[in-house]
Every structure is written in structure tokens, then in C-alpha cells.
T-cell receptor, first 109, second 114 residues
Framework: GQNIDQPTEMTATEGAIVQINCTYQ??????LFWYQQHAGEAPTFLSY??LDGLEEKGRFSSFLSRSKGYSYLLLKELQMKDSASYLC??????????WGAGTKLIIKP | DADVTQTPRNRITKTGKRIMLECSQT?????MYWYRQDPGLGLRLIYY???????NKGEISDGYSVSRQAQAKFSLSLESAIPNQTALYFC?????????????FGPGTRLTVL
């Protein structure tokens, strides 16, 4: 079956670095997305990886290993506004995105 | 102006009532989607449409129907609402010919069925 796993909740300190992991098992693969979602708001696109390796975009980076079915989102220099849920989603090449349940990130001062 | 809009933003209704949620987009995208989100669960796909004449059931279509009135409009109906349809509903659009199937979401409709 199709499955995406990510931790339910993580806590980190303002100014620190945090890594949010995502593992997936899908019937097909055409790329992996990371979205940010603040409570009660819409998900917003952060990153897309289709090739192995690291994609850096400001304070956020995303890594993909297709052979391991694994990705992570790295957030540096954490700010209070980064408190949100982070959603991992895989394009399974079947016209749909398969979504993880999301990781709630709590930032403490 | 927002690219993807949803109306209403909040709705409280009673069991058995028919309700329609509307989605409009100015992005010019062909693909549109309806999701529901429940606490602790991922986004679950209800219906999706790749153009006006192409509508497909998603993972959880029972109890829902949709209408694609135009490229820019995609409506979701609950024919007879029940309490377990209380959730946050999102509309999304995408345009794969631009390279990736990145989905862009509306602000959501919070629906409560009493």
C-alpha cells in the first residue's frame, strides 16, 4: 500500500536547527513536496525534490534519497514564526499526491 | 487578490441539510481538487478534476458530489450532511505542464455539522 511516515510533533529552540524526517512507500514516484501549514490556515508550498540530493532555499533545505524512500526538511536559525505543521507529500505518478499526517513543530524561546 | 478563493469560510449546519462549498481560481490552472483535513490525519482527497469534462473520485468520495462549472470554478456538495463530515475543507489547483504538480490551496472552509 501507499504510506508516508513523519513524526507527529517536534520541539526546538529559537535560533537552533531542526530536521524533520519523512519516509515513504508508494507505488510510483514523481517527486516529493514539503508544505508549511500554520494552524487553521492553508498549506503553502516550500520545496520540491525529484532528484537525489539537497535543495537549499534560504533558511530551509530539503533532502531526498529515492533509494531509501527518505526525505528531510532542515530549518536553520529557527524563528517563532516557524511554529507550524510541516507536511510531506509524494507525487505517486498516478495523478494524485499522497500526504503524510504532518509534523507539528513547536518553537520555544 | 487571492488566487484561490473559497466560500463560505465558516459554516455551521444541521444533520440532513444539503450544503455547497464553492471554489474559484484566477490562476488559469486546469486541475482542481477538494480535500478534507481532520486533526491528526493527513489531507484526504475527496474529488479531483483535470478539466471541465473530467471528474474523478478520490479516496473518500462517499457522501459528497462535485460540479465543475467552468475552468475556474469547482463546487463540492454534501447532499445530506452528517456530523462526521465536520472538518476543514480545502480546494487546491495545479498546472503540471509548468514542470511540477505543485498544488496551490485556497484558505479553507471550516464546516461544522450539528
Amino acid at each position: 500500500g501507499q504510506n508516508i511516515d513523519q513524526p507527529t510533533e517536534m520541539t526546538a529552540t529559537e535560533g537552533a536547527i531542526v530536521q524533520i524526517n519523512c519516509t515513504y512507500q508508494t507505488s510510483g514516484f514523481n517527486g516529493l513536496f514539503w508544505y508549511q501549514q500554520h494552524a487553521g490556515e492553508a498549506p503553502t508550498f516550500l520545496s520540491y525534490n525529484v532528484l537525489d540530493g539537497l535543495e537549499e532555499k534560504g533558511r530551509f533545505s530539503s533532502f531526498l534519497s529515492r533509494s531509501k524512500g527518505y526525505s528531510y526538511l532542515l530549518l536553520k536559525e529557527l524563528q517563532m514564526k516557524d511554529s507550524a505543521s510541516y507536511l510531506c507529500a509524494v507525487d505517486d505518478s498516478n495523478y494524485q499526491l499522497i500526504w503524510g499526517a504532518g509534523t507539528k513543530l513547536i518553537i520555544k524561546p | 487578490d487571492a488566487d484561490v478563493t473559497q466560500t463560505p469560510r465558516n459554516r455551521i449546519t444541521k444533520t440532513g441539510k444539503r450544503i455547497m462549498l464553492e471554489c474559484s481560481q484566477t490562476k488559469g490552472h486546469d486541475r482542481m481538487y477538494w480535500y478534507r483535513q481532520d486533526p491528526g490525519l493527513g489531507l484526504r482527497l475527496i474529488y479531483y478534476s483535470f478539466d471541465v469534462k473530467d471528474i474523478n473520485k478520490g479516496e473518500i468520495s462517499d457522501g459528497y458530489s462535485v460540479s465543475r462549472q467552468a475552468q475556474a470554478k469547482f463546487s463540492l456538495s454534501l447532499e445530506s450532511a452528517i456530523p462526521n463530515q465536520t472538518a476543514l475543507y480545502f480546494c487546491a489547483t495545479s498546472d503540471p505542464p509548468q514542470g511540477t504538480d505543485t498544488q496551490y490551496f485556497g484558505p479553507g472552509t471550516r464546516l461544522t455539522v450539528l
